[in-house]
């Protein structure tokens, strides 16, 4: 099946540094990617739709100068934490899907935990 | 507001036994139901899937029922086996729309 690289799996940072997470889809090019949100024992929470070549959408509540995100090419987006703080401490997960393609064909990264101290 | 709710949150099953997990969703425009697995520190993986127009899917050991009517649906796992034990996803997306997931539930089949 497709591959969803995720990088890196676990992050450990100081308040008030930036930490970038990598999503790439390593054999099929991805037009879409999501980003989510997974804090223990919970569900997860889209944080942001990312197209391609166009400003990310991002959901309710979510600061979209906090979490950048980019997706300059149809393999690579990255989810860019800035000025992170303990709260953001949390399992981050990507997902990618092919262009035309179904949630039937949608692929997840296997997460990154980030503790923040 | 949840979309979808999911019951139990947590199960413990015998081996051999039949796990049962519960979803109800709400947005009657939904039209693609996936179950997700994961296992600790990883990403969810699709396990199975359905779309409204059917009652029932099997593989394996594992099938969705699927009650449109109810706006329900859940995953039986048979035979269930320890290595079945992480944590399950319902969820729910119309078209090419965000997947929204349950709160998951944590399975552990003991043996």
């Known amino acids: 099946g497709a591959v969803v690289s995720q990088h890196p799996s676990r992050v450990i940072c100081k308040s008030g540094t930036s930490v970038k997470i990598e999503c790439r889809s390593l054999d099929f090019q991805a037009t879409t990617m999501f980003w989510y949100r997974q804090f223990p024992k919970k569900s997860l929470m889209l944080m942001a739709t990312s197209n391609e070549g166009s400003k990310a959408t991002y959901e309710q509540g979510v600061e979209k100068d906090k979490f950048l995100i980019n997706h300059a090419s149809l393999t690579l987006s990255t989810l860019t934490v800035t000025s992170a703080h303990p709260e953001d401490s949390s399992f981050y997960i990507c997902s990618a899907r092919a262009p035309g393609q179904t949630n039937e064909k949608l692929f997840f990264g296997s997460g990154t935990q980030l503790s923040v101290l | 507001q949840q979309q979808v709710k999911q019951s139990p949150q947590s199960l413990i099953v015998q081996k051999g036994g039949i796990s049962i997990i519960n979803c109800a969703y709400e947005?009657?425009?939904?039209?693609?139901f996936p179950w997700y697995q994961q296992f600790p520190g990883k990403g969810p993986a699709l396990l199975i899937a359905?779309?409204?127009?059917?009652s029932e899917k099997k593989e394996g050991r594992f099938t969705i029922s699927f009650n449109k009517s109810a706006k329900q649906f859940s995953l039986h796992i048979m035979d269930s086996q320890p290595g079945d034990s992480a944590t399950y996803f319902c969820?729910?997306?119309?078209?090419?729309?965000?997947?929204?997931f349950g709160i998951g539930t944590k399975l552990q089949v003991i043996p």
């Open positions: 969820a729910a997306a119309q078209g090419y729309q965000k997947v929204t």
């Open positions: 359905i779309r409204p127009d059917v």
């Open positions: 947005n009657t425009a939904f039209d693609y």
